[in-house]
């Protein structure tokens, strides 16, 4: 088993920063992937980012790419996700999610084998 804590998620103006933050604990992977999602009210759980822990290679949804960065700090087994010039569009329940092996970097939900509790953000314009 894995368990996710995610945290630092708040309200914020648009075009602030915020970094969330997911430590992973319990029998954790080398091979391991760590992802973020995001659902906003009536909306599907949508793909944001995703990281290889070993090696660090990332992919970044459309959405978010040139804003959002997605890192890794594998001494503290803790998942990043900086997040800058933040839009209302942004506003939504934000997921960190762990795979514990694969291939291919994970985008969908069902990919992902572990879930954290989710942390809200929220940016007004």
């Known amino acids: 088993q894995v368990q996710l804590v995610e945290s630092g998620g708040g309200l914020v103006q648009a075009g602030a920063s915020l970094r969330l933050s997911c430590v992973a604990s319990g029998r954790t992977f080398v091979s391991a992937f760590m992802g973020w999602f995001r659902q906003a009210p009536g909306k599907e759980r949508e793909f944001v980012a995703t990281?290889?822990?070993?090696?660090?290679?990332?992919l970044h949804a459309d959405s978010v790419k040139g804003r959002f960065t997605i890192s890794r700090d594998n001494a503290k087994n803790t998942g990043y996700l900086q997040m800058n010039n933040l839009k209302p569009d942004d506003t939504a329940v934000y997921y960190c999610a762990y795979r514990r092996w694969g291939v291919a970097l994970p985008t969908t939900p069902k990919e992902y084998d572990y879930w954290g509790q989710g942390t809200q953000v929220t940016v007004s314009s």
């Open positions: 990281i290889r822990w070993s090696g660090g290679s990332t």
